[in-house]
């Protein structure tokens, strides 16, 4: 049996696994995120490494849109040749590296250090800029660090107010909402969701409250919302004083938000607004935590920003009580954008334009600082640079399925195509992998050992339960083979833990320093939460002595309300806002594998109001045609009056012609590089039934 975690998202439940004859029987295990607790995908997680469509050995494409099977030996020497080519005919940066939040913290560092070292790229970024790059730059402009929860998760059990802005956890982390049994009895919970979702739902019996704005208006709520809380002289003035700069600022910024424009604007009763405000001002242990509802957006930083000033002005962040968060989506979501996968930083959460940064990270690496790079292309732009001049020509991905769940992922596929080279690594043949020149077949979670940080900062242990089958290899064993044949024969390591110690030393003196933890202290079970410098002690609640910046407080940064980037509500359009069932995970590629999941929901379902849809000619259960002037996708639409009327929902889990990112924009947040997946102008229309496009055809 091996003590380990599940392979999804950032709560990261602890998990038994046991392989039998039946394959590896998995159980929950008693951890302080889930409690012995599992979801349904957790349950289920075991299915996808007998999967029958398992990718086994590496796969080169035969140039008639077929694979033809290949020895590890030739496709890494192909691989190799051309990416040396590419670099001689059109420079380092004409290969490009995409990585994700999935991969351990191990994979994540050498990825990074083989862009920088073995390929002399500046083109590396990672699928968390799709996720967390507005929390995470909210966080550290205002708090001087991004750290998720900068609590542990059962802090929450004693709390007795929450908001919670554009999250769905009792559908996207289950086993959290154990945690707000005791906010909800007292009926503190307050969740703003356009949708009544599940977790809206939770406020119901307790007497808590649900918000539900226009898509795309939270910051002019949450501007509405600081003004009341000064204008009712709700704020925490010694807080204020020592432990915050810019309040006078702030204030002036928010004065022009009266309970009445906020409510016109948002579309929530100014009432409602002020008793969310006063609920949150009442007692002490409030706490603010943002999801994707709010920072998928082309504001989301700001956004972001505003929930960030909201619990500053009420005194909650760094006190034992009370906080302010960000829930983290990717099993190491954290982790993945601590240790160099992000196109501007280095390991310890290094800014890679910082000469001392690089001083630093390149004696560990035993380079001349001068040889890093600087710093790339964030996602979107990225993947945009295809075909564009100077743009990239290869790429290599691990861990992200873009095709499925890059904004405008019509053009993405596209340019994908046009690419002189794509190397997809991967345990499936997802979408991406499918248009790939070379398919590398790696490991699963259950079949190897490293480590990842869950949305506390806590870092933990994966362990090994089963032996890969015999053609797949690691990733760490992967990029080391392709750095030897880039030259680079010292320096990378296929071994987890001497990776892991190499990643201490790098991050050592860093924001997020891990010098201080091994697998030997986490194998005896210590809770090590980040920064947890060499000699020093490990911090599960960051900001309880100060805040690190300069002044040693927090910021209050005034931010403006500007709305969308796609022009709203024009006649006969609807909002579409995109996110999550319970069911699948992301891009689907590891959920739809999974038969039972498939069967509770083998496809995706438009939700819309009974009476939006009556009046475009909807039956329940009817085919429909969604388009804009980016895409178009066919569903079958599901009624539902948990949605509001001008707004339709539609999850991202599903392929082809189900794609919600065919519709989505690529417009991105100036700040962080987010795109704007949560609100999209489209066009609904009934479509005839034998008109209807099934997935996969
Ligand atoms: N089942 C499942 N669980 C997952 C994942 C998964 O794919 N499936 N993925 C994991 C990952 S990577 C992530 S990032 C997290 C994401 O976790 P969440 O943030 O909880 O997930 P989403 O469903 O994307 O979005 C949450 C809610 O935002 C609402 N929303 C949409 N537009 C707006 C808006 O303009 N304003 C507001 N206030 N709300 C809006 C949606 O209606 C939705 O209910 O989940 C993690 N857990
Ligand atoms: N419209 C819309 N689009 C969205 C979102 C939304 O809310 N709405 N959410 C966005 C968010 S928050 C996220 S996080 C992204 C996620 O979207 P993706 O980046 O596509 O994430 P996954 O589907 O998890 O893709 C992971 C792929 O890597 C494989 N894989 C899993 N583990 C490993 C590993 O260790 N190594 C390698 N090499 N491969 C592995 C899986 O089989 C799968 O094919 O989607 C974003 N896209
Ligand atoms: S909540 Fe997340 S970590 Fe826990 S079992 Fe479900 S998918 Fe896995
Ligand atoms: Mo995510």
């Given at each position: ?112 250090k083989f862009a920088r070292v ?82 809206a739902d939770l406020t119901a ?104 000033n909201l619990a500053l002005v ?384």
């Amino acid at each position: 049996m091996a003590e380990t975690h599940c392979p999804y998202c950032a709560l990261q439940c602890g998990m038994n696994l046991t392989p039998g004859a039946a394959g590896v029987e998995v159980a929950g295990r008693e951890f302080p995120t889930n409690r012995g607790g599992l979801c349904r995908k957790g349950w289920t997680a075991a299915a996808v490494l007998g999967t029958p469509d398992r990718v086994t050995e590496p796969l080169i494409a035969d140039g008639r849109g077929g694979f033809a099977a290949a020895s590890w030996d030739m496709a890494l020497d192909l691989i190799a040749e051309r990416l040396i080519k590419l670099r001689s005919s059109y420079g380092a940066d004409a290969n490009g590296v995409f990585g994700g939040g999935g991969l351990t913290n191990e994979k994540a560092y050498l990825l990074g250090k083989f862009a920088r070292v073995a390929l002399g790229t500046a083109m590396i970024d990672y699928n968390g800029r799709f996720c967390m790059s507005s929390a995470a730059a909210a966080a550290n402009r205002g708090l001087g660090l991004d750290r998720g929860l900068p609590f542990p998760v059962t802090d929450l059990d004693q709390a007795g107010q929450l908001l919670l802005l554009g999250s769905n956890v009792a559908d996207t982390m289950p086993p959290f909402v154990q945690h707000l049994d005791g906010i909800r009895a007292g009926g503190g919970l307050i969740v703003v969701d356009p949708r009544r979702s599940a977790t809206a739902d939770l406020t119901a019996d307790g007497g808590g409250l649900h918000l539900q704005p226009v898509p795309g208006t939270d910051l002019a709520l949450l501007l509405g919302m600081i003004r009341i809380a000064i204008a009712e002289d709700l704020v925490d003035h010694d807080y204020l004083v020592a432990r915050t700069e810019g309040f006078e600022a702030l204030a002036r910024s928010v004065a022009a938000w009266h309970p009445a424009r906020t409510q016109t604007v948002t579309g929530v009763p100014a009432s409602l607004i002020r008793q969310a405000v006063r609920l949150l001002a009442s007692r002490a242990g409030s706490y603010v935590i943002t999801g994707r509802g709010v920072e998928q957006h082309a504001d989301g930083t700001d956004t972001a920003t505003a929930a960030i000033n909201l619990a500053l002005v009420l005194g909650l962040v760094g006190r034992p009580d009370s906080g302010y968060g960000t829930l983290t989506g990717q099993g190491n979501g954290q982790g993945g954008r601590e240790h160099g996968q992000k196109a501007d930083q280095l390991p310890g959460y290094r800014m890679i334009t910082d000469p001392t940064a690089r001083a630093a990270v390149a004696e560990v690496w035993g380079v001349p600082a001068d040889r890093l790079p600087g710093p790339g292309l964030p996602a979107v732009r990225l993947l945009a640079s295809i075909g564009e001049p100077g743009g990239i020509r290869s790429l290599l991905v691990h861990g992200s399925n873009p095709v499925v769940s890059a904004p405008r992922s019509l053009a993405v596929a596209e340019r994908l195509r046009r690419l002189d080279f794509l190397v997809v690594s991967d345990f499936v043949l997802s979408e991406t992998a499918r248009l790939a020149d070379v398919v590398l077949p790696v490991t699963q979670w259950a079949e190897e050992d490293g480590t990842l940080t869950n949305l506390e900062g806590r870092v933990i242990r994966r362990r090994a339960a089963v032996t890969p089958p015999a053609g797949v290899r690691s990733e760490l064993w992967i990029l080391t083979e392709l750095a030897r044949r880039l030259g680079e024969t010292t320096g990378f390591s296929a071994d987890p833990e001497t990776v892991f110690d190499e990643l201490r030393r790098a991050s050592a003196g860093g924001r997020a320093d891990y010098s201080g933890i091994s697998y030997a202290r986490l194998d005896q079970g210590e809770a090590c939460y980040w920064p947890y410098p060499e000699g020093g002690r490990s911090t599960p609640r960051p900001f309880t002595d100060g805040f690190p910046t300069p002044s040693g407080r927090a910021k209050l940064i005034t931010v403006e309300y500007r709305g969308p980037a796609d022009r709203l509500h024009r006649r006969g359009e609807l909002v579409l806002i995109t996110g999550r069932l319970l069911e699948h995970y992301q891009s689907g590629a590891q959920t739809r594998r999974v038969p039972e999941l498939a069967a509770a929901r083998p496809e995706a379902m438009l939700e819309i109001h009974p009476a939006t849809a009556s009046a475009l000619g909807i039956g329940d259960g009817e085919p429909v045609r969604l388009h804009n002037d980016r895409g178009e996708c066919r569903v079958r639409a599901v009624y539902s009056k948990a949605i509001r009327r001008d707004t339709v929902f539609l999850p991202f889990h599903f392929p082809d012609r189900q794609r919600a990112n065919l519709l989505t924009t690529e417009e991105t947040d100036p700040v962080s590089g987010m795109p704007e997946f949560k609100v999209a102008s489209v066009r609904v229309e009934r479509v005839a039934a034998d008109d209807h496009v099934e997935v996969g055809e």
